[in-house]
T-cell receptor, first 112, second 113 residues
Framework: SQTIHQWPATLVQPVGSPLSLECTVE??????LYWYRQAAGRGLQLLFY??????ISSEVPQNLSASRPQDRQFILSSKKLLLSDSGFYLC???????????FGSGTRLTVV | DQQVKQNSPSLSVQEGRISILNCDYT??????FLWYKKYPAEGPTFLIS?????DKNEDGRFTVFLNKSAKHLSLHIVPSQPGDSAVYFC????????????FGKGMKLTVNP
């Protein structure tokens, strides 16, 4: 069966520090991978998505970047965090939107 | 420009009654719609979906209705249970398109015992 792992569950980082969030998928090949953010009082905002290794599409200009070094690994990074980067970050995978997404358990990031 | 709108941020209903969650969309290219349920500190989980070739899809206590002319869909939960208390997200996509789901802002449903 397919599973998605996302870590860490919570993270408190100072402003200006770097960030690396990792997401891995098991049990499927060549999934579409996504990073979403849910900020306080807002919905699910798509940040990045990837349809293959090394292929990254950015949805929103921001302080973040994403990479897909392996087929089932998706990494969200920042060189210098801002206060506005605080939020709940979700990784998801799909084999096509007809089947919807499967989300990870999320990372609560607080930038202080 | 928000393409998927959930205009009511919250809804409170009594256990056993019907919960109706509404969603509107602006992009007429959307042809597949989904509802997700999210508990605090967890990722959203898929609940039910509907293709634009249908106007109704039912799964147990959950029914989704689609009105394409009005660009409106709704999720009915009957009967509502306290365990249904969560945030519900409406999402839409274009099949064969960019493989992206566009989500609404979510609605918090509270079912009171």
């Amino acid at each position: 069966s397919q599973t998605i792992h996302q870590w860490p569950a919570t993270l408190v980082q100072p402003v200006g520090s770097p960030l690396s969030l990792e997401c891995t998928v098991e049990g499927t090949s060549n999934p579409n991978l996504y990073w979403y953010r849910q900020a306080a009082g807002r919905g699910l905002q798509l940040l990045f998505y990837s349809v293959g290794i090394g292929q990254i599409s950015s949805e929103v200009p921001q302080n973040l970047s994403a990479s897909r070094p392996q087929d089932r690994q998706f990494i969200l990074s920042s060189k210098k965090l801002l206060l506005s980067d605080s939020g709940f970050y979700l990784c998801a995978w799909s084999t096509g939107t007809a089947y919807g997404y499967t989300f990870g358990s999320g990372t609560r990031l607080t930038v202080v | 420009d928000q393409q998927v709108k959930q205009n009511s941020p919250s809804l409170s209903v009594q256990e056993g009654r019907i919960s109706i969650l509404n969603c509107d969309y602006t992009n007429s290219m959307f042809d597949y719609f989904l509802w997700y349920k999210k508990y605090p500190a967890e990722g959203p989980t898929f609940l039910i979906s509907i293709s634009s070739i249908k106007d109704k899809n039912e799964d147990g206590r959950f029914t989704v209705f689609l009105n394409k002319s009005a660009k409106h869909l709704s999720l009915h939960i009957v009967p509502s249970q306290p365990g249904d208390s969560a945030v519900y997200f409406c999402a839409a996509s274009v099949q064969g398109g960019s493989e992206k789901l566009v989500f609404g802002k979510g609605m918090k449903l509270t079912v009171n015992p």
